[in-house]
């Protein structure tokens, strides 16, 4: 049921967001173009996290505004928190998305969310809407620990999540559980699949996901592995749009544009947004219409935004976070830091990705003034969190490619430095923030051995983290050095003495 104007925050000094609220919002935010609630069904959507609303769903009510099509309403499921599908829920499924820049901010009210599901109450609703008719696509923003990976690419059959699901596969807690489940239930009644469509940062996203599925299902039954080879297709895709992290001031930032309006939902975000998938059939809402790309193959594109945006997003996030930063535009706006990331990208990224000079030099620009985009607070924690499994797509897979072809790494072995650095840290009063990352445990085991050098090379060691690197012993004495530095030095010293010459004193 729909709330009405009455509707008030907790605080209860502001009516909260909801369709009783829509009429009286300031004339320039923008409302959903059709009535929420007359949306069928069409997507099932696993990770309803910011970037998600602020992306996909935004760009779905796009698409259904361009064609009147409304048979593409999300039904989108939190895995894990049930904080984002309450506030949905109190507030009829609306948020607001707003796109901020040099002060500008853009407003449009998001209505395409047809359910918000908070997948540990509903297990056995998530795998029923994945496989109801209707739904012809289900879409995933589960980070890469939601693939369940083993570092071999294929499913990790030994953890404890992915033997609960083949337990007790009617109530998965995995998202591979969650799709597997739904396939089956498709099979048995002889339907037509859904078109699965990751939207995680990680290489190949489709086929690590195809893997995973396939895999899992084939410990529950071969036929049914068989069945989802042959039927289901996983595009990969590669996503991009710089999304903040939440902070309370942009909720104040919303209340103010909504003319006093509450949206516990809210989300800030860039106006930049690409969103490049691979071709695939079927049905599906006209993304195209509205700024997705369909190629025969995402794979330079994906390796390019991985490597300059997502790899360089971590070396300011670990090197700007022990300068005492806490967003990334913050750091990218000091000279030094911001000198190192256009370093690293022409010249340690940039010469392993197939761009020409001028557009790697034109995306370098363009990105740097992304992340320097004062009204987007999109903090080091969040950025760094999860690194261990970041490190390789993002940074160390280039970096191979580096070491092999003779060219100094100077900036990846900072970033790698500062990484531990924050291990270093944890739990003293000079912490850049918690450490969120799956082998946590692990790592802050290695981050006690006392020497600094004994424990570069303890942590580069580690494979899984940043695979196989030519010349590792050569590699593990440089973080050891860097490592020493940024104990004993201020961090701009560190980053100017790995600056090449027409870098040092040059603000872009
Ligand atoms: C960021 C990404 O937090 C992170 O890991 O690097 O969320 C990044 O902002 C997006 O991929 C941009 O498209």
Not at 100 to 128: F, L, M
Not at 207 to 230: E, K, M, P, T, Y
Not at 386 to 395: A, C, I, Y
Request: charged letters at 20%; hydrophobic letters at 40%.
């Amino acid at each position: 049921m729909y709330s009405n104007s009455n509707s008030f925050g907790s605080a209860g000094l502001s009516p909260r967001l909801g369709v009783g609220a829509l009429r009286g919002l300031p004339e320039d935010v923008t409302r959903p173009p059709f009535t929420p609630g007359s949306l069928g069904t069409g997507i099932v959507h696993l990770g309803c996290g910011a970037f998600h609303r602020a992306h996909q769903a935004l760009i779905t009510q796009h698409a259904m505004s361009a064609t009147g099509d409304r048979r593409w309403g999300i039904s989108t499921v939190a895995m894990s928190r049930p904080d984002v599908v309450g506030a949905l829920r109190a507030q009829d499924n609306l948020y607001t998305t707003l796109l901020r820049d040099e002060g500008v901010v853009r407003a449009e009210v998001v209505g395409a969310i047809t359910a918000a599901v908070h997948a540990p109450s509903d297990r056995i609703g998530v795998v029923r809407r994945v496989a109801d008719p209707r739904v012809r696509i289900v879409t995933l923003t589960v980070t890469t620990g939601g693939y369940c990976l083993a570092p071999s690419g294929r499913l990790d059959s030994g953890s404890d999540p992915v033997r609960h699901d083949l337990r007790c596969s009617a109530k998965p807690c995995t998202a591979i559980g969650m799709l597997v489940g739904g396939l089956a239930a498709v099979r048995r009644r002889g339907g037509t699949p859904p078109v699965v469509i990751s939207c995680d940062n990680l290489s190949a996203n489709g086929r690590q996901l195809r893997s995973a599925v396939l895999d899992f299902a084939a410990l529950r039954d071969d036929r049914l592995a068989n069945w989802i080879g042959r039927n289901v297709q996983f595009p990969c895709s590669v996503v991009d749009r710089i999304v903040a992290s939440g902070a309370d001031t942009d909720d104040a930032a919303a209340r103010t544009r909504l003319g006093g309006v509450d949206d516990r939902a809210q989300v800030s975000a860039e106006p930049f947004m690409t969103w490049t998938i691979e071709n695939f059939e079927g049905e599906r809402p006209r993304w195209d219409l509205v700024g997705a790309d369909y190629v025969g193959d995402v794979t330079g594109h994906e390796l390019a935004k991985l490597r300059l945006l997502n790899g360089t997003h971590l070396l300011l996030a670990y090197v700007g976070a022990l300068a005492g930063y806490s967003t990334i535009a913050e750091a990218s706006a000091d000279p030094a830091l911001s000198a190192l990331a256009r370093q690293f990208m022409l010249y340690e990224q940039g010469p392993t990705l197939t761009l020409a000079e001028t557009e790697l030099q034109r995306t370098v620009r363009d990105l740097m003034r992304r992340f320097r985009n004062p009204d987007i607070r999109h903090e080091m924690t969040r950025v760094g969190r999860n690194g261990s499994d970041k490190m390789l797509p993002r940074v160390t897979a280039a970096m191979r490619e580096n070491l092999a072809a003779g060219r100094p790494t100077p900036a990846a072995i900072l970033l790698i430095a500062a990484w531990i650095h924050w291990f270093d840290l944890c739990g003293t009063p000079k912490a850049p923030g918690q450490i969120i990352d799956p082998r946590a445990a692990e790592l802050a085991r290695l981050a006690a051995i006392p020497d600094p050098h004994r424990r570069a090379r303890a942590f580069v060691a580690r494979t899984d983290i940043f695979g196989v690197l030519p010349h590792l012993g050569h590699v593990q004495q440089e973080v050891g050095d860097a490592l020493t530095e940024l104990i004993r030095d201020n961090v701009s010293e560190v980053i100017e003495r790995r600056l090449r010459p027409e870098f040092v004193g040059r603000v872009a």
